[in-house]
């Protein structure tokens, strides 16, 4: 029985669940080393702290690699994780016998620099990993095998097969045990999908670049298909929530129709999910309200119209945002905003307006996103022809050096003061609206930079004890519980959202 170790860190892997699922169909035995990520995330960052969290659970890595004696060893990190995946790479290599896997979206970005800058890592997945993991546990040749870059003789050599998985035709269910079972707290919530891939090519995101490669077209499932697996995930794994993290959660009208209608009927349970606004009307709001969500993540990224279309690739109108908004409201949907600050062609002055606008549409949360360059995409390869970034700078960026875009990102040193304080006000806009209006417009926000470091701990009390549909903030808090304070303490806490929830 081939033996398959993935290593990933902090949150909830989907796509390691549906590997996991698909290799354990096959008799592959397959474990999971979480890393917490305590004090290196969107909730506190404490670098101190982090890294002795770190240290610790290197250890017990170093353990389960002596007990388990993997045959692969698998990553797959985004490009903000990569340097940090890549070091911890080569430094267990020499613990285990196994071959070093990168899969993921920089994988998928930039296969040929891993491979020629990383002698550790052995090969490297472009795309999607269920076929390639599989072959590589039967021992297929390499080149038969899909999306697989490997080397030979010192030369990278791509894939000669590459493809998307049939997941709509598979039938596979995510394997939930591999985080559940040791993790508990993600159970409060279940991730799902029910897409691959992207109807749309915004310039800030990858899929401006995957887009472009062979077999990555827009798949997804049907509307029976995923009622058929939401109802047997909540049945085995006794999810009582759901989130929704496809890249578009209504994609086409009579797709999402068909879906909520029996979604509603069938299923009905408490869900989140992130949208376009221009998918946003009264008909797909009503169903929305009357299918138990909780929740919408609506990406709205700029108000100004110039900026968003000439540099973000989004070409809807501020009419179509503002229209989104409404319907929500109206609806008494709650929502969260999430909006790029310092955005190529905008100006700080126009975020701040932006702020102003916000404020009366009374959002859940603002995510104040500071402008960050990813490998690969559109908008990093303009910015590199207009010199807004140096040769150097984009390569660092290739090799996963990127900005934080929670705590630094790429904002002009001689801006991110500002870009701090907006960021601080963007979080308490939805607690003080009026008050927020008033920094806002007289330019006496900056003070609040002093509370950058700290930002997310305002959204606390409102996380745990009135806000129903922040199931990824909630299990954050969990993650906090369960890893400082010992299950019991989390179970409690648990226990608070559930009550809440009803």
Same mark, same amino acid.
């Given at each position: 029985?081939?033996?398959?170790?993935?290593?990933?860190?902090?949150?909830?892997?989907?796509?390691?669940?549906?590997?996991?699922?698909?290799?354990?169909?096959?008799?592959?035995?397959?474990?999971?080393?979480?890393?917490?990520?305590?004090?290196?995330?969107?909730?506190?960052?404490?670098?101190?702290?982090?890294?002795?969290?770190?240290? !610790?659970?290197?250890?017990?890595?170093?353990?389960?690699?002596? @007990?388990?004696?993997?045959?692969?060893?698998?990553?797959?990190?985004?490009?903000?994780?990569f340097p940090w995946a890549?070091?911890?790479?080569?430094?267990?290599?020499?613990?285990?016998?196994?071959?070093?896997?990168?899969?993921?979206?920089?994988?998928?970005?930039?296969?040929?620099?891993?491979?020629?800058?990383?002698?550790?890592?052995?090969?490297?997945?472009?795309?999607?990993?269920? @076929?390639?993991?599989?072959?590589?546990?039967?021992?297929?040749?390499?080149?038969?095998?899909?999306?697989?870059?490997? !080397?030979?003789?010192?030369?990278?050599?791509?894939?000669?097969?590459?493809?998307?998985?049939?997941?709509?035709?598979?039938?596979?269910?995510?394997?939930?045990?591999?985080?559940?079972?040791?993790?508990?707290?993600?159970?409060?919530?279940?991730?799902?999908?029910?897409?691959?891939?992207?109807?749309?090519?915004?310039?800030?995101?990858?899929?401006?670049?995957?887009?472009?490669?062979?077999?990555?077209?827009?798949?997804?499932?049907?509307?029976?298909?995923?009622?058929?697996?939401?109802?047997?995930?909540?049945?085995?794994?006794?999810?009582?929530?759901?989130?929704?993290?496809?890249?578009?959660?209504?994609?086409?009208?009579?797709?999402?129709?068909?879906?909520?209608?029996?979604?509603?009927?069938?299923?009905?349970?408490?869900?989140?999910?992130?949208?376009?606004?221009?998918?946003?009307?009264?008909?797909?709001?009503?169903?929305?309200?009357?299918?138990?969500?909780?929740?919408?993540?609506?990406?709205? @990224?700029?108000?100004?119209?110039?900026?968003?279309?000439?540099?973000?690739?989004?070409?809807?109108?501020?009419?179509?945002?503002?229209?989104?908004?409404?319907?929500?409201?109206?609806?008494?949907?709650?929502?969260?905003?999430?909006?790029?600050?310092?955005?190529?062609?905008?100006?700080?002055?126009?975020?701040?307006?932006?702020?102003?606008?916000?404020?009366?549409?009374?959002?859940? !949360?603002?995510?104040?996103?500071?402008?960050?360059?990813?490998?690969?995409?559109?908008?990093?390869?303009?910015?590199?022809?207009?010199?807004?970034?140096?040769?150097?700078?984009?390569?660092?960026?290739?090799?996963?050096?990127?900005?934080?875009?929670?705590?630094?990102?790429?904002?002009?040193?001689?801006?991110?003061?500002?870009?701090?304080?907006?960021?601080?006000?963007?979080?308490?806009?939805?607690?003080?609206?009026?008050?927020?209006?008033?920094?806002?417009?007289?330019?006496?926000?900056?003070?609040l930079r002093f509370l950058?470091l700290f930002f997310r701990?305002?959204?606390?009390?409102?996380?745990?004890?009135?806000?129903?549909?922040?199931?990824?903030?909630?299990?954050?808090?969990?993650?906090?519980?369960?890893?400082?304070?010992?299950?019991?303490?989390?179970?409690?806490? !648990?226990?608070?959202?559930?009550?809440?929830?009803?």
């Amino acid at each position: 029985m081939k033996k398959v170790l993935l290593i990933y860190g902090g949150c909830e892997s989907y796509g390691l669940e549906l590997i996991s699922a698909c290799l354990k169909q096959h008799g592959v035995k397959v474990e999971l080393f979480l890393f917490s990520r305590l004090f290196n995330d969107s909730l506190l960052h404490l670098p101190l702290a982090a890294a002795l969290f770190e240290q !610790r659970e290197k250890k017990r890595l170093r353990l389960l690699l002596q @007990e388990f004696q993997p045959d692969i060893v698998g990553f797959s990190p985004v490009s903000l994780d990569f340097p940090w995946a890549a070091a911890l790479a080569s430094e267990i290599k020499p613990l285990h016998r196994g071959i070093t896997i990168f899969g993921g979206i920089h994988a998928s970005l930039v296969p040929e620099r891993i491979l020629r800058e990383h002698p550790s890592i052995d090969l490297v997945c472009e795309g999607d990993g269920e @076929e390639a993991m599989l072959g590589l546990c039967r021992g297929d040749n390499l080149p038969a095998i899909p999306n697989i870059w490997h !080397r030979r003789n010192s030369l990278v050599i791509p894939p000669e097969i590459r493809r998307r998985f049939d997941f709509a035709g598979s039938a596979l269910l995510p394997d939930k045990s591999l985080f559940f079972k040791r993790h508990p707290y993600f159970s409060h919530a279940g991730v799902y999908f029910f897409t691959r891939g992207c109807r749309f090519a915004c310039s800030y995101c990858c899929h401006s670049y995957l887009k472009q490669l062979p077999g990555s077209n827009f798949a997804h499932l049907t509307p029976e298909q995923a009622i058929t697996h939401l109802r047997q995930l909540a049945a085995n794994h006794s999810i009582k929530r759901f989130i929704f993290n496809d890249d578009l959660f209504v994609f086409d009208f009579d797709w999402s129709r068909n879906f909520l209608k029996l979604y509603s009927g069938q299923i009905n349970l408490p869900y989140s999910a992130v949208m376009h606004p221009c998918f946003v009307n009264r008909e797909i709001a009503t169903l929305l309200k009357q299918s138990n969500c909780r929740k919408i993540e609506l990406g709205i @990224e700029s108000l100004d119209e110039k900026c968003r279309k000439e540099w973000l690739g989004r070409h809807e109108p501020n009419s179509v945002l503002i229209s989104a908004m409404q319907e929500l409201r109206r609806s008494k949907i709650p929502f969260n905003i999430q909006h790029i600050l310092g955005a190529p062609g905008t100006s700080l002055k126009k975020d701040l307006q932006a702020g102003i606008t916000y404020s009366f549409f009374h959002p859940g !949360r603002i995510f104040g996103f500071f402008l960050t360059y990813f490998p690969c995409t559109a908008l990093t390869e303009k910015a590199l022809k207009h010199n807004l970034i140096t040769r150097e700078q984009h390569e660092r960026i290739e090799k996963g050096f990127v900005g934080n875009f929670e705590h630094h990102g790429d904002i002009p040193q001689d801006m991110i003061q500002d870009y701090l304080a907006l960021r601080e006000a963007f979080t308490l806009i939805p607690r003080f609206p009026a008050l927020c209006r008033i920094l806002l417009r007289s330019g006496n926000f900056r003070f609040l930079r002093f509370l950058s470091l700290f930002f997310r701990i305002f959204d606390l009390p409102e996380i745990i004890f009135t806000d129903r549909g922040e199931y990824s903030g909630q299990i954050d808090i969990l993650r906090y519980c369960h890893r400082l304070l010992g299950a019991r303490a989390a179970r409690f806490v !648990r226990g608070i959202f559930d009550r809440m929830e009803h």
